[in-house]
């Protein structure tokens, strides 16, 4: 239990030790006596022909949104010991104001009333984790426990390691996959909430611009990150700055007041299976990524959300492991013409909204859209999110649309309200990107290879480093896929990307604001620029750990399944 865990310190010679072990056939060999175990264990799975899941009524339960996370006072009500400042970048220089104290768990889960609980891991025993509300200029410090049972109970890998998905973080509280730890330990993450270019480009505290607000953060356990995440490990982590302020009746003329409070909604989708008994079922033999036949919301299989007839804003994830959406809201008999208001892609703002008809996700890719129910609907209406995307493997969408495809989420309106938000035709102002700045040009790689997944013709492995830019550098990174048959949502650690062009092209409109995943289609080439700044410290080593670990990241593609079958490679930021 947590009273009795042992600090985690990355970058140990034991840690080294153990991260070692991930090497794919090593990992392999390990895991296939209980992944074994995990195909006889469930009634789903009696031969290679996987039935479908029960039978569940649609729109029989309603929309959970999960709890905000509350600090704790300080971190002497830490368990498991003291915080140790060397061993966090800029600790000292950004003191953490706000302190967090999460447990991994076990624990029962509904996904609908027609089906039995489901064992799910989750932050805090939930399904998603709870939301993290964080502001820029405010420091924070989550200390993160195992406490997993050893016994993984059909399928998942009890060892976690939890990645703040996509924040400008320092290489020890970026959650990569170096660093995962046992049950019985924990990790302390610092995030010093500086905008990137902290210690470069704007000394202090960071380029506005570069301002992230719609995070997440999931497990990113090596070999392990698909099983672990569909069987829990992930949550939103939102941040604010005086832009995007969360108060719809902020009175700074900076603040856009975007809907908030119960009116900004986060939105988890992911697909899930069950075998005959309802129970949460998961095929680690799918290489190309598993699907599901069950559309969630929330952990909820096709609920319903009550809303006010007035503007709001969803926070739309999926969550993998490798299904595609294309949503688009149907009223009566007929889709809506754009009724989608985007205003973010991936956590960050687009220079200004863009209404939209539809909207093709990846997996680990983020939109932020504004639905006005008072455009679209009189009280009392019923207004469905479909997804319309055919799929019928983890490979990609077919092309076709389906009509009038698969109901996801009802929207049931209610009475009009006072409504003091805005959507401003000016969002946010973006960063320059200055080409004269480039230094290097990188290509990329994705394919398959050898039976499993390979970026430039390698399996991951987690001593090599494919690429080593210079701090305070920009460079160009070009992705390429020559399959025709496989399409990979690329994402980046540590800082954002700009897209230049897709095969040749601009990218489209709701594309040119940053990102951090890219959906990189059959047969496409893709051109992205992006610096390299603040981290690592000059000079900092801390205690026991090598100095050629300090700066260490990684390319993977999203599609979970890919990126555990070793499409992922380590880059470093040279000092």
């Given at each position: 239990m947590a009273t009795t865990s042992t600090e985690h310190q990355a970058g140990t010679p034991a840690a080294d030790s153990s991260r070692r072990a991930f090497f794919l056939k090593t990992a392999l060999a390990a895991a296939a006596p209980m992944l074994l175990t995990a195909r006889k264990?469930?009634?789903?799975?009696?031969?290679?022909?996987?039935?479908?899941?029960?039978?569940?009524?649609?729109?029989?339960?309603?929309?959970?949104?999960?709890?905000?996370?509350?600090?704790?006072?300080s971190p002497a009500d830490y368990q498991g010991g003291a915080v140790n400042p060397a061993a966090h970048q800029y600790y000292n220089l950004s003191p953490p104001k706000k302190f967090y104290e999460t447990f991994v768990r076990a624990a029962e889960h509904r996904f609908h009333r027609d089906l039995p609980p489901s064992t799910i891991w989750g932050h805090d025993g939930i399904y998603p984790g709870p939301i993290f509300h964080a502001r820029y200029g405010e420091p924070v410090l989550n200390r993160i426990h195992n406490e997993l049972p050893l016994d993984a109970s059909?399928?998942?890998m009890p060892q976690i390691i939890t990645h703040l998905h996509n924040f400008h973080s320092a290489a020890e509280s970026d959650g990569g996959p170096f660093d995962f730890y046992d049950t019985g330990q924990h990790l302390d993450h610092h995030y010093n909430m500086a905008y990137a270019g902290f210690d470069s480009s704007h000394p202090g505290l960071g380029d506005p611009r570069e301002a992230l607000n719609?995070?997440?953060?999931?497990?990113?356990?090596?070999?392990?990150?698909?099983?672990?995440?569909?069987?829990?490990?992930?949550?939103?982590?939102?941040?604010?700055?005086?832009?995007?302020s969360g108060d719809e009746t902020d009175a700074n003329p900076q603040a856009l007041r975007l809907p908030s409070g119960e009116f900004d909604v986060p939105l988890l989708f992911a697909d899930k299976a069950f075998d005959r008994d309802g129970r949460l079922f998961f095929d680690p033999f799918d290489f190309d990524g598993f699907l599901g036949d069950k559309d969630t919301v929330n952990g909820v299989i096709q609920p319903f959300f009550r809303v006010k007839r007035r503007k709001y804003r969803f926070r739309m994830l999926v969550g993998g492991p490798a299904r595609f959406y294309d949503f688009y809201l149907r009223k009566g008999g007929a889709f809506l013409k754009q009724p989608f208001i985007q205003i973010a892609n991936d956590g960050n703002l687009l220079p200004a909204?863009?209404?939209?008809?539809?909207?093709?996700?990846?997996?680990?890719?983020r939109f932020d859209v504004v639905i006005d129910f008072s455009?679209?609907?009189?009280?009392?209406?019923?207004?469905?999110?479909y997804n319309r995307a055919e799929q019928t493997d983890g490979r990609q969408p077919s092309g076709k649309l389906l009509n009038p495809g698969n109901p996801v989420l009802k929207f049931i309106v209610g009475e009009t309200v006072p409504d003091p938000s805005q959507v401003p035709d000016i969002l946010r102002e973006q960063p320059v990107v200055d080409l004269n700045a480039v230094v290097r040009t990188r290509l990329f790689r994705f394919e398959r290879g050898n039976g499993a997944w390979q970026i430039n013709g390698k399996f991951f492995d987690p001593d090599v480093s494919l690429a080593r830019p210079r701090r305070n550098t920009a460079e160009i990174w070009i992705f390429e896929n020559k399959s025709g048959g496989w399409s990979h949502p690329i994402h980046v650690h540590m800082e954002e990307f700009?897209?230049?062009?897709?095969?040749?092209?601009p990218p489209p409109v709701y594309e040119r604001g940053r990102k951090d995943v890219v959906r990189l289609g059959p047969n496409e080439t893709i051109k992205t620029f992006r610096y390299f700044r603040d981290f690592p410290q000059p000079g900092f080593v801390p205690p026991g750990v090598s100095p050629f670990t300090v700066g260490r990241y990684v390319i993977h593609c999203h599609n979970m399944?890919?990126?555990?079958?070793?499409?992922m490679a380590r880059w470093d930021v040279a000092p």
């Open positions: 264990s469930s009634a789903r799975d009696d031969s290679l022909d996987i039935p479908a899941s029960p039978p569940t009524t649609p729109f029989a339960d309603e929309l959970p949104v999960p709890p905000v996370k509350t600090p704790v006072g059909t399928f998942g719609t995070l997440f953060y999931h497990d990113h356990r090596p070999d392990f990150t698909a099983p672990n995440v569909y069987k829990g490990l992930v949550g939103f982590f939102l941040a604010f700055d005086p832009v995007d909204p863009v209404r939209r008809n539809n909207l093709l996700i990846s997996v680990a890719e455009e679209i609907a009189q009280p009392g209406d019923e207004i469905v999110l700009f897209i230049l062009s897709r095969n040749g092209r399944t890919h990126e555990d079958h070793a499409m």
